[in-house]
């Protein structure tokens, strides 16, 4: 593999042992790959769950990190100020705190933006178009290379932080061009209505699973599709199947058109999606109104400013009804802005819990024991919810406004 | 009897130890617990089987994004295996392999999950690719 000058030094720990080791990750990884060579990175986003050993010895001797990183949630519901209140057992919470909090340390003594988000686009993380990056996270990297288009490939944990350590990626995989075109293009029947979130989750739940493998071109999304609506269509995408790359045309960077998209060759498949066929993939978690829920979760992806406000609407003067839940996964940072616009305190009041942690994953932390029915807007949610619990929790998904509903909203005592 | 397979990264060099071997793919995360060494599929026949010193052999991975960092866990722990054979790896499994500084091998001539049993005997050689099988 080729390497230059500095990056040759690098191996040999010209600049430190931490240095050295994480280079020597990426060179032995490239040469059973085949890769040519690195390439510099502009930007990282890593998984803040490293074993707390390992990222001392990775890191020993950096004083900086060279490019913007930002930390991907905390893969478990479980977070480190608002556990009590989000009912996880207290000797769960012991255990994971220790770590966190050497952790901590590091991240704070380098650099990392711990925004705590799967979204890094929004918390000042936003590389241009054709830049290389490293991003972890499903719903990060297919955000990043279709809607962004920057480059990354769906790497894992050590290869991802070895990347942000040095500030380098292997070229290989999506970073080259040839391997980002769309080759199925995904086309809507006449009678589709694309209007709530879950409509949008529905598409893109299903055209994953469709298509299973390779990159696709969406053809027929309305241009006044908000980034809410793009992030609900393409974050399940990644989830239901191996899809990379999902370009929507007139949209995303990489497809002014649907030739752009294909690179001007003809697709390998064209995919037109019926109305039936979303009435079928919402009916996997088949919404039951007479069945009544514990636990509604929001913010997989995480919720946005403009979300958390469609909720503040509809929970303002009510509260939940007893013995539900209400808990909304976003970044603190957003939930900064959500509180200065006093959308959190109505939030709060009704009795919904913010926590910056991944809602998809929680069965890494125990659920609160009375929950056996958990409603979700999102696919992604639903999928990783309903396939991480083994079956021990039932999960329906309907609209956002339905999800509300469902916590029997109730007329808050007038003070 | 003896297969050749390609080495992906020889990890410390030469290994040798008793297989597992699973016939579905394998991930560290879900199908292991870090703490014990041992297989966590649940009503999968090796399940409770340690994997400590053991070499894995499987298909390919079902991935997962943080199974570098369980696979960490299980060598801090002393239970991480001594080695990997795969028919085709994946990139999350030449991760795990680099992260705790294992042998992977992959390519195969043939199936392996269908030529070697659980409690084969083998040795590999980093160099060459090649492994010894005894039962």
């Known amino acids: 593999m080729y390497l230059t000058k500095y990056e040759q030094e690098m191996a040999q720990g010209k600049y430190g042992p931490g240095l050295q080791k994480a280079i020597n990750i990426l060179i032995r990884y490239g040469k059973a790959c085949g890769a040519e060579r690195l390439v510099e990175i502009t930007s990282a986003h890593v998984m803040p769950k490293e074993p707390p050993e390992l990222l001392s010895q990775f890191t020993e001797g950096i004083e900086e990190l060279p490019v913007t990183t930002t930390t991907h949630p905390l893969m478990s519901a479980f977070n480190p100020e608002k556990w009590e209140a989000m009912g996880i057992p207290a000797d769960f919470a012991a255990a994971e705190l220790a770590e966190h909090e050497e952790r901590q340390k590091i991240h704070g003594d380098l650099g990392f933006i711990k925004c705590y988000s799967c979204l890094p686009m929004h918390l000042g993380n936003l590389p241009q178009k054709g830049d290389y990056i490293s991003w972890i996270g499903s719903c990060a990297q297919i955000l990043g290379n279709s809607l962004i288009g920057a480059k990354t490939n769906k790497d894992g944990t050590i290869v991802n932080l070895c990347s942000a350590l040095t500030g380098r990626a292997l070229y290989h995989g999506l970073l080259l061009d040839e391997n980002r075109y769309a080759k199925v293009v995904i086309k809507l029947a006449e009678d589709i209505r694309l209007e709530t979130d879950d409509d949008y989750g529905a598409l893109g739940y299903y055209v994953g699973g469709h298509v299973i493998i390779g990159n696709v071109v969406f053809d027929g999304i309305p241009k006044s599709a908000t980034f809410d609506q793009l992030k609900y269509l393409i974050a399940p995408v990644a989830t239901s199947g191996s899809v990379h790359i999902c370009h929507v045309t007139g949209i995303t960077p990489e497809a002014p058109t649907v030739e752009a998209a294909l690179g001007g060759k003809e697709p390998e498949d064209i995919v037109i999606v019926t109305r039936q066929d979303l009435e079928k993939t919402k009916n996997i978690f088949r919404y039951d109104p007479d069945q009544p829920v514990d636990l509604v979760i929001i913010g997989c992806p995480h919720v946005t400013v403009q979300e958390a406000r469609r909720i503040a609407k509809i929970l303002k003067d009510k509260k939940i009804a007893e013995g539900k839940r209400l808990w909304l996964g976003l970044s603190d940072a957003t939930c900064t802005i959500v509180r200065a616009m006093g959308d959190a305190g109505i939030i709060e009041e009704a009795g919904g819990v913010f926590s910056n942690t991944c809602q998809a994953t929680i069965p890494d932390s125990p659920l609160p024991e009375n929950v056996q029915v958990v409603m979700t807007n999102s696919f992604k949610g639903a999928h990783y919810i309903n396939s991480l619990q083994q079956g021990k929790v039932r999960v329906m998904i309907s609209s956002l406004e339905e999800c509300l509903k469902a916590l029997n909203l109730q007329e808050a005592q007038v003070k | ?135």
């Open chain 2, 1 to 135: 009897m003896q297969i050749t397979g390609r080495v992906l990264d020889r990890g410390q060099g030469r290994v040798e130890g008793e297989a597992v071997v699973f016939e579905v793919p394998f991930s560290f995360i879900g199908d292991f617990d870090p703490a014990s060494g041992k297989v966590s599929m649940s009503g999968h026949p090796l399940f409770g089987r340690s994997l400590k010193d053991k070499i894995l052999v499987i298909p390919t991975s079902r991935g997962g994004t943080i199974a570098p960092y369980i696979a960490y866990y299980a060598k801090k722990n002393k239970v991480s295996p001594a080695a990997i054979l795969c028919n085709i790896a994946d990139t999350i499994t030449l991760e795990c392999a680099l992260t705790i500084d294992i042998p992977i091998l992959d390519n195969f001539t043939e199936d392996i999950t269908k030529v070697l049993l659980t409690g084969d005997k083998l040795e590999i050689n980093t160099d060459t690719g090649l492994v010894e099988v005894s039962r």
